[in-house]
């Protein structure tokens, strides 16, 4: 019973959502995702993802506001602590 186990085909994240991770406007499901297929090795879209940082006419000029308000109500809770 030394049967080799089967690989199967890795399902890559579309390069849009890969985008908008690069762009940190992706939602916290698509970063999930998106970082557990490349915890797994995928070169493929280590790749796209380095090209969409490299890449200025894909940054989503929407992206610092984004982040930020994502982050200043943990900043002011941070804050609020101390
Ligand atoms: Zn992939």
Same mark, same amino acid.
């Given at each position: ?5 089967? /690989?199967?085909?890795?399902? *890559? ?23 557990? *297929? ?7 879209? /280590? ?36």
């Amino acid at each position: 019973m030394n049967e080799e186990p089967v /690989a199967r085909p890795m399902e *890559h994240p579309d390069a849009e959502t890969i985008r908008r991770f690069a762009c940190v406007a992706a939602t916290r499901d698509e970063n999930r995702i998106i970082v557990r *297929h490349l915890l797994r090795g995928c070169p493929e879209c /280590a790749i796209e993802l380095t090209r969409s940082w490299l890449s200025p006419l894909t940054v989503d000029p929407c992206a610092y506001d984004k982040a930020l308000d994502r982050c200043l109500p943990l900043l002011g809770n941070i804050l609020l602590k101390q």
